[in-house]
């Protein structure tokens, strides 16, 4: 069975709370062009996802942890 895919939402240029807000633009501009591509293309599996990867562990937080974890959140299996 195929699984979805991540955003395709780039956080490696996220320095400041504007270039998150950018990334999270992104990212749902991705969701409406591709609803069935996402391997976590609902808000119930996308929190999941998301509280997987944040357990998962992560350096130092800053405004590109958070917009990597969101991007993570999308395509978590």
Do not use: K, Q
Not at 2 to 22: C, I, L, N, Q
Not at 24 to 40: S, V
Not at 66 to 71: D, G, H, I
Request: no cysteine; hydrophobic share 45%; aromatic share 6%.
């Amino acid at each position: 069975m195929d699984t979805g895919r991540s955003t395709d939402a780039d956080p490696s240029d996220v320095r400041t709370r504007e270039d998150a807000v950018r990334v999270i633009e992104a990212m749902a501009a991705d969701l409406r062009r591709h609803p069935d591509a996402w391997e976590n293309a609902t808000l119930d599996r996308f929190l999941e996802a998301l509280a997987a990867v944040v357990e998962d562990g992560t350096a130092e937080p800053s405004w590109r942890t958070f917009a990597e974890l969101l991007v993570a959140a999308s395509g978590y299996e």
